[in-house]
């Protein structure tokens, strides 16, 4: 399959998750309006970042003298998801120039990614994994301007419920994962119960992430090392 | 009130961090992948920070918000259907707190 039909697969695969990211696009719009970030601002911000959660945590510090450097490790905290987003799809962007991937890696996206180890093997990944962003983006642009724009609609309802809607949307993902993984699920579920056993010894965030991680990374090793003998 | 140009620096900066993200971890990868079976360990990873995220939510959660993970997971173990999970767990937030969670 071409990039540009794989591109296009992965446009018109990803309106699940269109629809999750526009909500919280529309969240992140009235966020941004109520503290006081111009619409442009807003706008810039979502089209040059596109990422939810670095946005909203940029949000939590947005006062004047601007804290850049909190801003920016708080950004970088909770982005570094991306990491390992990147170094999963390492065995995906062949066959591209480099210059293609270095460019195109903008666009990388958490349900792209999940959503591209579900495809046939002739499915080019790079494109697909773009084409996904594409439509995330458009999805993430039009309801920040939506949000923005509807602000004094929503004063009145308390959105805090709708703060669980983040890991919600993640367990969809990760339920992909499950149902998708040709491995037992074992590191992940091993994560899951040192990311407990951490945040119940009151361990900050970041050491949760590193832990949990680690602990999956050297389940993963032994499971293959295991496979190979 | 933030300056307009101090509010440019702060969007400049983050666009640049998060793009680094994106951008490292691949690279990191490309160093990695002559080792043998790595790849099965990369494709673990993504969702090994899933988890980290996902297992203190649900520990430090409501009733309301347990209540709508559980749908959200049996949802799409049933169906694989992401939009009815997701709307059924947003509506499980919306309208079952007042009822679900003490006041």
Redesign the interface.
């Known amino acids: 399959m071409t990039t540009w039909d794989s591109a296009l697969l992965g446009i018109r695969t990803s309106?699940?998750?269109f629809?999750?990211t526009f909500?919280f696009g529309v969240m992140f719009g009235i966020a941004a309006a109520a503290i006081?970030?111009?619409g442009w601002?807003a706008m810039?911000?979502s089209a040059?970042?596109?990422?939810a959660s670095?946005?909203f945590a940029?949000l939590e510090f947005?006062?004047?003298?601007?804290p850049?450097g909190t801003?920016?490790l708080s950004?970088?905290l909770v982005?570094?998801?991306?990491?390992?987003?990147?170094?999963?799809?390492?065995?995906h962007?062949d066959g591209h120039s480099l210059r293609r991937?270095?460019v195109w890696?903008?666009l990388?996206n958490?349900p792209g990614?999940?959503n591209s180890?579900r495809q046939e093997p002739e499915v080019d990944r790079l494109g697909y994994v773009t084409g996904y962003g594409v439509s995330m983006m458009t999805s993430w642009l039009c309801s920040t301007f939506i949000g923005l724009k509807t602000t004094h609609l929503f004063a009145a309802l308390d959105l805090g419920?709708?703060d669980?809607?983040?890991?919600?949307?993640?367990?969809?993902?990760?339920?992909?994962?499950f149902?998708g993984s040709k491995?037992p699920?074992t590191?992940?579920?091993l994560?899951?119960?040192v990311?407990?056993i951490l945040?119940?010894l009151g361990s900050a965030?970041y050491l949760?992430?590193l832990?949990?991680?680690a602990?999956?990374?050297v389940?993963?090793?032994v499971?293959?090392?295991h496979?190979?003998g | 009130m933030v300056d307009p140009q101090t509010t440019l620096i702060a969007i400049a900066m983050m666009a640049l961090i998060v793009y680094l993200t994106r951008m490292t971890g691949y690279f990191i990868g490309l160093q990695l992948r002559h080792i043998r079976g790595i790849q099965t360990v990369l494709e673990a990873l993504p969702g090994c920070a899933f988890m980290a995220i996902l297992a203190p939510a649900i520990r430090q959660g409501s009733l309301s918000e347990i209540v709508a993970m559980a749908c959200v997971i049996l949802i799409m173990w049933r169906s694989n259907n992401v939009v009815i999970a997701t709307s059924v767990g947003m509506a499980v937030l919306l309208f079952g707190g007042s009822y679900l969670d003490p006041i």
Do not use: C
Request: charged fraction near 10%; charge should be neutral.
């Open positions: 309106g699940d998750y629809l999750s909500i006081g970030i111009e601002h810039l911000m040059s970042t596109f990422t670095g946005q940029a947005w006062q004047a003298p601007l850049l801003i920016a950004v970088f982005s570094t998801r991306n990491l390992l987003l990147g170094m999963a799809m390492t065995h962007f991937r270095i890696l903008f990388l958490d990614v999940v180890f419920a709708v669980f809607a983040g890991p919600l949307v993640m367990a969809t993902m990760m339920m992909l994962f149902k491995s699920p590191p992940w579920i994560s899951g119960v990311a407990l945040f119940e965030n949760i992430l832990g949990s991680v602990t999956g990374m389940t993963a090793i499971q293959v090392r496979a190979y």
